[in-house]
């Protein structure tokens, strides 16, 4: 089954950027969805298609996605950004959801 | 857009649940339906999703067999029957809305506010 690896956590300072990666054998061709989930809520989709913002997402956040890896960056870090993060992909070799480990971004 | 879950509970291993999730504030039956569940202090695991007209389904490997994802359009509710539930089936279940008719788009774009399945004995 496909599988997507994340980095346990990721630390950034207030007001830097925290790059957020997410292997997966040729992830590039496939598309990329990422989740923010804040501590006993439910996940929130910041980023789908590798890049696209939904309504309401902060310009701050961005993706991209080539090869065997995807990325998400948040740039101009803030307080409020501390949460859990999880990419996602459609495995049509199994029809399968995946999502990635997780990341946990912790705000210093 | 509102999802909201209920038929959480405790159980025992062996034991069924008949998870349902009310769905309002969209077309309903334009739209796939998932469920993902989390167990506790752990990641997101993808369940099963099941295509807006309710033809298609599809599971997870850890579930297939022993979980069925139904919907029933005129009711605007879906569902997820759980049978022979074991112990590490034990997680907050999420109902979640996909983007998408199909049952083959993952990206989700609404989630209700998640519902505890306990199993044990």
């Known amino acids: 089954s496909y599988v997507l690896t994340q980095p346990p956590s990721v630390s950034v300072a207030p007001k830097e950027t925290a790059t957020i990666p997410c292997g997966g054998n040729n992830i590039g061709r496939k598309s990329v969805h990422w989740y923010q989930q804040k501590p006993g809520q439910a996940p929130v989709l910041v980023i789908d298609y590798d890049s696209d913002r939904p309504s309401g997402i902060p310009e701050r956040f961005s993706g991209s996605n080539s090869g065997n890896m995807a990325t998400l960056t948040i740039s101009r870090v803030e307080a409020g950004d501390e949460a859990d993060y999880y990419c996602?992909?459609?495995?049509?070799?199994?029809?399968?959801?995946?999502f990635g480990t997780g990341t946990k971004v912790t705000v210093l | 857009v509102q999802l909201l879950e209920s038929g959480g509970g405790s159980v025992q291993p062996g034991g069924s649940l008949r998870l349902s999730c009310a769905a309002s504030?969209?077309?309903?039956?334009?739209?796939?339906m998932n469920w993902v569940r989390q167990a506790p202090g752990k990641g997101l695991e993808w369940v099963s999703i099941i295509s807006g007209s309710g033809r298609d389904a599809h599971y997870a490997d850890s579930v297939q067999g022993r979980f069925t994802i139904s919907r029933d359009n005129s009711k605007n509710i879906f569902y997820l029957q759980m049978n022979s539930l074991r112990a590490e089936d034990t997680a907050v279940y999420y109902c979640?809305?996909?983007?998408?008719?199909?049952?083959?788009?993952?990206?989700?774009?609404?989630w209700g506010q998640g519902t505890l399945v306990t199993v044990s004995s």
């Open positions: 504030g969209f077309t309903f039956k334009n739209y796939a």
């Open positions: 979640a809305k996909g983007q998408d008719i199909a049952a083959t788009i993952a990206v989700i774009d609404n």
């Open positions: 996602q992909v459609w495995d049509s070799d199994s029809n399968h959801g995946v």
